[in-house]
């Protein structure tokens, strides 16, 4: 699923931001003046760009809203360091991140084809969830503090391709939860249907991000819907978030919404690797695998890659079923489930 658009996105007007930052810090008796004091004033360096972002820029935000900050500052010992602040009366989370990664890993997500079979990891995955989220946040919030280059670095942010990769991110990971309800649905029914319904969230965020809706969490998708008009996107959520009494039943119904709103998973491929926590102990004639050495499971299979490994165990196009010996490692969780192109064949 790499894409490449030409398409217009509208991004927030400064002016409409900063309307809706100076009236939630007014209903709290607040001035600009307290939030830059908390973005500069965190002995981790200069802040090189400080930014207000989350619901509340967004437009999401109610009285019970939090007010996010991201800091990026000029520190090579920085890794990642959230603060919040009470001081003024309500909770600020402070994100303060190192600038030049952040700065790489943007660029990563224009740069790098995704998904590859090679790098999709749980970790990997994780990371890119990560990177979608601070950078989308990035480039729909007010910036506050904004020095040269990293000015012009942020004005860059605000263009198709972040629409394109956050609409990406959402359709393969609703391929992604789809894919697990599926397989989970004859042995753990419920939890197929918990699996089904986040698929199809997550394929209502895909829609939204292709109306231009970016913010680049399941939380406020509902909301999302509603700034599009989009009456049936929000019928379909009030559908899927009713109790799953019928799992058999309504778990194809939420997959068929999926493939009909995001596509067909093709020509992705289901690539199951160990899940984080993972032990193995091989025996004469099976393996016997343990999560956190809190529960473990028996595996008439002795050539599986070690625990510590990230080699893949199984691959196979979507929609596929793992063999019988490895499909129970999947219903247990003990491997990790990830979609991606399948990497081309090297020729001899």
């Not at 209903?27 to 939030?35: E, K, S």
């Not at 599926?182 to 209502?204: F, G, I, Q």
């Not at 909301?223 to 009494?245: C, H, I, N, S």
């Not at 019928?246 to 491929?269: I, M, W």
């Amino acid at each position: 699923m790499e894409t490449t658009s030409a398409r217009s996105v509208a991004f927030p007007d400064p002016g409409i931001l900063a309307k809706r930052f100076d009236a939630f810090l007014e209903q709290r008796g607040i001035d600009r003046q307290a939030v830059l004091g908390e973005a500069a004033d965190q002995g981790l360096g200069t802040p090189a760009l400080a930014v207000a972002a989350g619901s509340v820029l967004a437009g999401f935000g109610n009285h019970r809203s939090d007010l996010d900050l991201l800091v990026l500052v000029e520190n090579d010992r920085l890794t990642r360091f959230p603060i919040q602040s009470h001081e003024h009366g309500m909770l600020i989370d402070i994100s303060v991140r190192r600038a030049s990664e952040v700065r790489d890993s943007a660029a990563g997500l224009r740069a790098e084809p995704w998904p590859r079979s090679a790098t999709v990891t749980e970790a990997g995955w994780n990371h890119r969830r990560r990177v979608i989220n601070t950078v989308s946040r990035l480039a729909l919030g007010l910036p506050l503090i904004a020095t040269p280059p990293w000015d012009g670095w942020l004005a860059g942010l605000r263009g198709a391709w972040l629409a394109d990769a956050v609409e990406q991110w959402f359709a393969v990971e609703a391929h992604r939860r789809a894919q697990a309800a599926r397989w989970l649905l004859d042995a753990r029914p419920m939890a197929a249907a918990v699996r089904a319904r986040e698929a199809v969230v997550a394929a209502l965020n895909a829609r939204a991000a292709a109306g231009g809706e970016l913010y680049c969490t399941d939380k406020w998708v509902g909301e999302k819907l509603k700034l599009l008009g989009d009456t049936e996107g929000l019928a379909v959520l009030r559908d899927v978030l009713e109790p799953p009494l019928t799992p058999h039943d309504r778990v194809p119904h939420c997959l068929d919404f999926v493939d009909r709103t995001v596509g067909t998973a093709e020509p992705l491929h289901a690539v199951l690797r160990w899940a984080i926590g993972v032990g193995t102990t091989p025996l004469d004639d099976r393996t016997v695998v343990d999560r956190w050495q809190l529960r473990a499971l028996e595996t008439f299979r002795r050539d599986l890659p070690p625990q510590d490994s990230d080699a893949v165990i199984w691959s196979g196009p979507a929609g596929s079923d793992p063999p019988d010996d490895v499909l129970p490692l999947f219903v247990h969780d003990m491997v990790w489930l990830g979609l991606a192109h399948p990497e081309p064949e090297v020729s001899a």
